[in-house]
């Protein structure tokens, strides 16, 4: 009788003991993924310009600027590497401040 009395003790044992622990386990989990959604993702911030490129490399001889040349910096416009104002676009959505590269020549 005593064996029995010892099973159906182990029985209440693992009906107590199963419960708790996946409830432990799942929580642990969704602290987890709580903790870590908050972190922000990482994130291309070239979308679509050049990708066939290992780097996107543009270089200019300062000659051929003429008296003034903007260029992108938002990786957005359309005439990449020359800016398009799609940088306006870009910042009402994302609240980002990113503003063109503006090269002038100086007056002697």
Known sequence: M???????????HFTT???????AALGSYLFYRYVCCK???KSWVNLDIKKD???VVDSFDIEDIGS??????????????????AHSKHN?????????LIIK???V
Do not use: I, Q
């Open 105 to 107: 020549r100086k007056n």
């Open 68 to 85: 003034k040349a903007v260029y992108c910096r938002c990786w957005r416009s359309k005439k990449f590497p020359y800016c398009d104002g």
């Open 2 to 12: 005593s064996s029995s009395c010892s099973g159906l003790h182990m029985k209440a």
């Open 17 to 23: 003991v199963v419960p708790v622990t996946l409830a």
């Open 39 to 41: 972190t922000p993702k």
């Open 92 to 100: 009402d959505e994302t609240g980002d401040n990113v503003g063109p």
């Open 53 to 55: 490129s290992v780097k």
